[in-house]
């Protein structure tokens, strides 16, 4: 069966543009989480999604947002890119445990 | 809040070496993930863990509910072992919490 997909792999975005990274789940999950991953911070919770709506949200700026769709897909968008939010984004589908994609490895320059 | 502490941070073994990577956690939990991520960042969940012990190849999990505590052991280590370990709760709905992750290099 499919795993967690996520694209693209690597992006290499300027300074105070916009991004949207997506996040395939694996067929009836209909939880999708994001987490972002630094150097200095380890693994760091960004928001879950369960049926569309979002159930839990970590403490980040309202820059970062995401949505889930019916098909339980998820997108989640950074706006007006800082250089420390370069940083590997994973996202995990979860039924009863969690399963994690390979990460968009997210380089603002 | 739950905190997470692994131990130890980095470690260096030989080939053939028995491996413990412990867990503390500090508030009671519904279950307990131990990851392994490799250079490329992409992360494999080893283990699901809420009680007791599970084994699968060389590696084996156990966990202390009573004392909040976790250790993930690897037997007859291999280079290919060599990744980042880590460890996640969770409680109910609330989101997981990561540990900081060891460091695992194992030289042949």
């Known amino acids: 069966k499919a795993g967690v997909t996520q694209t693209p792999r690597y992006l290499i975005k300027t300074r105070g543009q916009q991004v949207t990274l997506s996040c395939s789940p694996i067929?009836?999950?209909?939880?999708v989480s994001w987490y972002q991953q630094t150097p200095g911070q380890g693994l760091q919770f960004l928001f879950e999604y369960f049926s569309e709506t979002q159930r839990n949200k970590g403490n980040f700026p309202g820059r970062f947002s995401g949505r889930q769709f019916s098909n339980s897909r998820s997108e989640m968008n950074v706006s007006t890119l800082e250089l420390g939010d370069s940083a590997l984004y994973l996202c995990?589908?979860?039924?009863?445990?969690?399963?994690f994609g390979s990460g968009t490895r997210l380089t603002v320059v | 809040k739950n905190e997470v502490e692994q131990s130890p941070q980095n470690l260096t073994a030989q080939e053939g070496e028995f491996i413990t990577i412990n867990c503390s956690y500090s508030?009671?939990?519904?279950?307990l993930h131990w990851l392994q991520q490799h250079p490329g960042g992409g992360i494999v969940s080893l283990f699901m863990?809420?009680?007791g012990k599970k084994k699968h190849g060389r590696l084996i999990a156990t966990i202390n509910i009573q004392e909040k505590h976790s250790s993930l052991h690897i037997t007859a280590s291999h280079p290919r072992d060599s990744a980042v370990y880590i460890c996640a709760v969770f409680s109910g709905n609330t989101p997981l919490v990561f540990g900081k992750g060891t460091r695992l290099s194992v030289i042949a």
């Open positions: 995990a589908s979860s039924l009863y445990g969690y399963t």
């Open positions: 508030v009671g939990i519904s279950a």
């Open positions: 067929s009836g999950h209909r939880s």
């Open positions: 863990l809420s009680s």
